[in-house]
């Protein structure tokens, strides 16, 4: 039986965000998703490729938008309340999403930011919230999701304004078991293309937290 829960991946141009998508959509499905969304990030995917997967939604971006916009996206696509962001090179380690879940109903349905413990190639462990996780729609509805203020690194600039203004809002799933396989890899966004950006990034992040107010409707949802 499926799980209640959708998963995103972006899928860029670059031939590596490519060729480890077979493998990433694998994990998902031996996870037991409900529902699997891929976000054509100007991707061209192969039109036989995708008709062997035609149980993925596919969605095409009609210009780059880039993991935030495209996340964003397809956290609005998805039939689930519950949508887990991953990365077209990574993948799900056995039990991830049943653990979310579980999470999830543990917290009774309380939207949220839900962190699973990632595990590098080399080894390492990392607890510390980041994109791998699964988030809510009403957690978006709450906060508006990724902001493109946060210039290469959503996941950071959103988690430090929760950490402000709704803290009770992040939760660690199963502290120290890894459920989410990062590949380390020469073609990796962070360490490629914005390691020399890293001071501006964290100056973006505490003025979008400092500056940032609750949206109108947020209070409405309590």
Known sequence: MALPISVVIPVGPNPEYIQWLDECIRSILDNEADEIIVIEDMAFLDLRWKNNHSYIQFYENDWLLGCADSWNRGVALAQNNLVFL????????????EAVVNGYEINEGKDAWYNVTCQYENGDLQDSPNNAAAVTRGLWKLTGGFEPAAFAAPDAHLLSIMMIHFPDRIIQVEKGTPYYFVRQHPYQDTPRQFGRFFTPVHQIRDIGTRTWTKPEWTTEIG
Do not use: A, F, K, N
Not at 87 to 93: A, K, M, R, T, V
């Open 86 to 97: 991953m990365g077209s090179d990574d993948y799900l380690l056995p039990g991830c999403l």
